[in-house]
């Protein structure tokens, strides 16, 4: 799939009712520890059971912060030191130019991918990508999910329908509902 998994040493966003599985498939896909990083005041969790179809949950450190000037130095930190392969940083409040220019340079320097989680109008103009991710309604595939890529420093843009396979740990490119072969309504 064109640009995933994302660009190594780079910050991109992602935001969506799918993200969490954007997430999880990129970690799977780069591989190595990760370090999420997220605010201390949020209620629900990340639960091992959730992920295990992605990545081993001994593979994941879960940090939290009070506050979203915590959350970059710990993700600016752990970026830098090139320790994990990947940094998830869950942030609250949209990022300034300065603080998405920080991701990107402890990313470059630390040759580690940073992938930042935001709300819709919260996106950086630093980033390098920023990708809006949904789940798809098929009654014949619950893991079909629609990545669409809206901001790339390199220019392309798109959308792709994808599906994750626990058995083989993969992610396959799909076409739309209505063009696969066997769905309803397609071409013979």
């Not at 599985?21 to 209620?43: E, P, S």
């Amino acid at each position: 799939m064109p640009h995933f998994p994302l660009t190594k040493g780079r910050a991109h966003e992602a935001f969506g009712p799918g993200v969490h599985v954007f997430a999880f498939t990129l970690a799977a896909r780069i591989g190595g520890q990760v370090l999420w990083v997220r605010d201390d005041w949020q209620a629900d969790q990340i639960n091992p059971t959730g992920f295990c179809d992605f990545i081993d949950p001994r593979d994941i450190l879960v940090s939290v912060a009070k506050d979203q000037t915590d959350i970059l130095a710990i993700a600016e930190e752990a970026l830098r030191s090139g320790a994990v392969s990947l940094v998830i940083v869950e942030v609250s409040k949209a990022l300034s130019l300065t603080a998405g220019r920080r991701l990107q340079l402890a990313a470059r320097n630390g040759k580690s991918t940073a992938l930042v989680i935001i709300s819709d109008g919260m996106g950086s103009n630093a980033a390098e990508t920023r990708w809006y991710c949904t789940p798809v309604f098929d009654p014949y595939d619950s893991t079909l999910h629609r990545w669409d890529i809206i901001k790339n420093k390199s220019g392309t843009l798109g959308a792709w329908y994808v599906k994750w396979d626990a058995a083989s740990r993969r992610l396959s490119m799909v076409s739309p509902a209505g063009q696969r072969t066997g769905s309803t309504g397609a071409p013979n």
